[in-house]
């Protein structure tokens, strides 16, 4: 190996082992090296992370690059050019001589170019009579060529990272796009659960994510969404099944009791309607508060055959616990209910059941307590005892409570709902309905 090139710097530049380490490198080149020197300055740009540079430096040495005359760096070639600080602001699009000279220092000491300074530090070359070059002193670019390899694997490191960043985004925007999705579903339905605090753990993953995450923060998010996401996927199957499950069981019991024409609940109805009263629980559904009002009035009813007749309803909607009532009926009892609905109105169930997910939040009433309400009542009927506690909220001094008793209650048939509708439908009076 020859060292005779080995150079240092001029006036108060000082000579690093690192310089000197660079200038053994580019002695060592194979005789028949060569690289395309606009390849070998894209993959630069590519590595730009990993080495340390900025986009200034390279714009200073593609103005360098560009006073080397042939389009390959070859190990045969002195690679010196030698162009003044004034010429290279002008291909440096007027960068300031200042600025040049830094980003120069910048790109040594990176171990991109190697100083070869004259006696006096200026930049020249010394021709032959035939006009070639025979030496010339200012920046070699030995340093590219005999780095090419290891910049090129740097420039594929670094188009893998961008590669993979890019799928891990895309991956979390898909996840996040699930998550609210879902929640919004769970709301929207009436899904047991508490899904206000699924919205509160979804922000807090989110809280201190910056715009431009690394992929560290990335990949920490990620798995933390689909985390969370699993958690709501596998909740929503078992209600889902649950519900299918309970359907099944449903239409199973229907078909047991319609199978006996002499069963209790017909055999009460038969009694109700010996004693002058129609028990038709399925009309008495059908009918409105205000319409019964009114024809107990015209008949010439007095207040008390009226409240009677009342309770009596109440008593035959009993027996069809798990079945909703009339949204209008409920909505005539419930009237603050709507206030939390889509637009502060309630026009369907599933408007109702969001209502009262909400409500339940507000009220302090758990998930678990709304859960256990919806497996025993239906989630219909849940909704409606939570729009019922609403009403009076301000007589109940726990919420969750009240509803865990009646939830015991109705477990052991000792509640239903039919009368807790019609006492609150009198205590409202006949105002008028909110339904949408």
């Not at 200073?60 to 002195?78: Q, R």
């Not at 979390?172 to 796009?177: A, D």
Request: proline share 4%; charged share 25%.
């Amino acid at each position: 190996m020859q060292l005779d090139h080995i150079t240092t710097p001029f006036g108060r530049r000082t000579m690093t082992y690192a310089m000197l380490a660079d200038q053994i490198m580019a002695a060592e080149i194979d005789d028949d090296a060569s690289v395309d020197k606009w390849k070998i300055y894209q993959a630069l740009c590519e590595a730009r992370p990993r080495l340390g540079i900025t986009d200034r430096a390279l714009a200073v040495l593609s103005a360098l690059i560009s006073f080397y005359p042939k389009s390959e760096l070859a190990a045969g070639d002195s690679l010196v050019v030698f162009p003044s600080n004034a010429q290279l602001s002008r291909r440096a699009n007027g960068m300031a001589e200042q600025t040049i000279r830094r980003h120069l220092a910048v790109l040594v000491s990176s171990g991109l170019l190697i100083r070869k300074d004259s006696a006096n530090g200026k930049r020249f070359a010394r021709r032959s009579r035939a006009g070639e070059i025979d030496e010339a002193f200012g920046f070699s670019l030995k340093p590219l060529l005999a780095r090419a390899e290891e910049i090129a694997q740097l420039a594929a490191e670094v188009e893998a990272e961008r590669l993979h960043m890019r799928r891990m985004k895309e991956r979390l925007t898909i996840c996040r796009r699930d998550v609210l999705k879902l929640i919004e579903t769970a709301l929207e339905e009436g899904a047991a659960g508490d899904w206000l605090a699924v919205q509160d753990e979804y922000r807090a993953i989110f809280a201190g994510y910056p715009r431009k995450p690394t992929l560290e923060m990335t990949t920490a998010a990620l798995e933390a969404i689909e985390f969370l996401r699993e958690n709501i996927l596998n909740q929503l199957d078992i209600q889902i099944k649950s519900t299918k499950s309970s359907g099944n069981a449903h239409e199973n019991e229907r078909h047991k009791q319609n199978s006996k024409p002499d069963s209790s609940i017909e055999s009460e109805l038969r009694l109700e309607k010996k004693r002058g009263v129609d028990c038709d629980p399925v009309n008495h559904n059908d009918v409105e508060p205000e319409t019964m009002d009114m024809k107990s009035t015209a008949s010439g009813v007095g207040q008390g055959a009226a409240i009677g007749q009342s309770r009596g309803q109440a008593d035959n909607l009993a027996g069809f616990a798990r079945h909703p009532f009339p949204l209008g009926m409920v909505l005539s009892a419930c009237r603050e209910i709507s206030d939390y609905g889509p637009g502060g109105v309630i026009s369907s169930w599933r408007d109702l059941m969001g209502a009262a997910v909400v409500v339940r939040s507000m009220l302090g009433v758990s998930p678990s307590a709304y859960e256990e309400a919806c497996a025993i009542l239906g989630p219909e009927n849940a909704a409606t005892v939570i729009a019922c506690i609403l009403e009076r909220a301000g007589h109940i001094n726990t919420a969750g409570g009240y509803l865990r008793d009646l939830t015991s209650r109705a477990e052991r048939g000792e509640f239903s709902l039919g009368p807790m509708l019609m006492a609150q439908i009198r205590a409202n009076g006949t105002g008028e309905r909110r339904a949408g």
